[in-house]
């Protein structure tokens, strides 16, 4: 089977000018490498497209694959992890991961938790602060929607970004400052949600639907060193040296996570693979932060590989794990119309 692989490599973004922070989210070469080694150790033939310019560039000279293994981020808007899952519907090419529907909705951490409250799934309590005028009306002595401390973060962003010791604010002078600074910076909403002074934890999550299994439970563990309080990028990008990550035992424990994790993963539809962040409260309860339908596939860096792999699958098992769910989930789709879809597609040609 040919597989063609879509990503955003860091170091091509870097080089156009932007910055570390704004590329966080790319791959570095080591991970397309593994990923595009792992697929033709599977069997398969690889084939290396890049980001979306090159993918729709391609397209357009009539280049086809049979199946799509996208981990392409995007670089711009809150829809942006969306578009290359929507271009490739578009040319009716089957791709691997969540679809451009959960894509875009898991991206906004806001419309993630409205869809977590509609579904009964613990989630701390939250609102958004939509620009800069409408913090600057925020006044002393007012009431914030949510009791301090709050933990505040940009809507849709990963990795961390956005994320330091200063993100925890205890007053309403604080939340103003960090919401200003963040709209400013990131040119988006902020979330403000009840901070959760408990443990961290990450469940990695494989398959579709009835059949998603947990992979197992992460905790996220800040060493001495670490920047305090938050799983920030910084701490992100250095966590060989700034975290540790065991793998929960405790039955009891790691069915609790599961159970939640399952319910969030199912509750957007995702598909394939991904991961779901829980914190624990001051109550002791587990309430899920976010889901991350597009998770890090760097083989030692990521969370989602660290995982697996500490929980007895390793990296190949894992690749194998998502092509076998999209290629199932490629059976199962109907051909509609009278035509086969090869000869329904628009005639593209390049100029």
């Given at each position: ?12 973004y ?31 033939e ?89 913090a ?6 007012a ?6 401390p ?104 790691a ?34 932060l ?48 009278l ?13």
């Open positions: 089977m040919k597989i063609g692989l879509v990503y955003d490599l860091r170091k091509e870097l080089e156009m000018g932007f910055s570390d922070e704004e590329t966080a989210e790319f791959d570095s070469e080591e991970t397309i490498s593994a990923l595009y080694q792992s697929i033709k150790d599977l069997g398969h690889a084939c290396r497209i890049g980001h979306i310019y090159e993918l729709t560039r391609r397209l357009a000279l009539g280049e086809r694959w049979d199946l799509v293994f996208n981990v392409a981020e995007g670089l711009y808007g809150r829809s942006r992890e969306a578009q290359v899952p929507a271009l490739l519907e578009a040319f009716n090419i089957p791709y691997t991961l969540s679809d451009p529907l959960t894509l875009a909705l898991a991206l906004d951490k806001a419309m993630t938790k409205r869809i977590f409250r509609e579904n009964g799934i613990p989630t701390p309590d939250f609102f958004v602060i939509s620009s800069i005028e409408e600057a009306k925020l006044q002393e002595g009431k914030a929607p949510v009791p301090f709050l933990f505040v973060k940009p809507v849709s962003e990963g990795t961390g970004k956005g994320i330091t010791s200063s993100s925890i604010v205890h007053n309403l002078a604080e939340l103003k400052n960090q919401a200003r600074r963040l709209i400013a910076k990131y040119n988006q909403p902020v979330l403000a949600e009840a901070f959760l002074p408990g443990r961290e934890f990450t469940v990695g999550v494989t398959g579709t639907g009835a059949r998603a299994r947990a992979a197992g439970v992460l905790e996220v563990k800040l060493l001495k060193g670490a920047e305090p309080g938050v799983y920030s990028y910084a701490n992100k990008e250095l966590c060989e040296e700034r975290v540790k990550y065991t793998l929960i035992k405790n039955k009891k424990l069915e609790e996570a599961t159970e939640l994790a399952l319910k969030a993963y199912r509750s957007l539809e995702c598909r394939d693979a991904g991961r779901v962040d829980i914190k624990a409260g001051e109550d002791g309860r587990f309430y899920v976010e889901v991350n339908p597009l998770a890090g596939l760097h083989p030692t860096h990521s969370d989602l590989p660290i995982l697996c792999q500490q929980a007895g699958m390793g990296y190949s098992e894992l690749i194998r794990s998502i092509l076998d769910s999209a290629l199932e989930r490629k059976k199962q789709t109907p051909v509609s119309g035509l086969a879809p090869q000869e329904r597609r628009p005639a593209w040609k390049a100029d």
